[in-house]
């Protein structure tokens, strides 16, 4: 018996398969450097909420909305390179936690030094 869900090993398939549509498919010129950290699929198959990191902050907002405007695009390909019976509804979140991780391990690093000052 597998480990996991189904929804999850569906899951790890899309998001594989939309970071390399993102990487070598997608030609919008709003598009930077974006990576695909997860995706987040309902247990019925039918909705996925794929979650992105994306490099430049002043860029996120503009990239985010141009990787939703191509859902229809990502999705058509997707039933071409899936042999399912439905293909998920899209939806791009942007990922927020590479930028807590910087945050908690900022924190950490302050309380490190403060810890070293031999006052």
Do not use: C, W
């Not at 909705?47 to 985010?64: C, H």
């Amino acid at each position: 018996m597998l480990p996991y869900k189904r929804s999850q090993r569906v899951g790890d398939l899309i998001r594989e398969e939309i970071a390399e549509i993102i990487m070598y498919k997608l030609k919008d010129p709003r598009i930077g450097f974006v990576t695909v950290t997860g995706v987040d699929l309902s247990p019925d198959l039918k909705s996925a909420r794929i979650f992105v990191s994306i490099l430049k902050e002043e860029q996120r907002e503009e990239t985010l909305a141009a990787l939703n405007s191509s859902r229809a695009f990502m999705r058509s390909i997707l039933t071409k390179r899936l042999r399912m019976k439905f293909i998920p509804h899209l939806e791009f979140r942007l990922d927020s936690s590479i930028d807590y991780g910087f945050k908690i391990d900022k924190i950490l690093k302050e309380i490190r030094e403060k810890d070293e000052d031999p006052r």
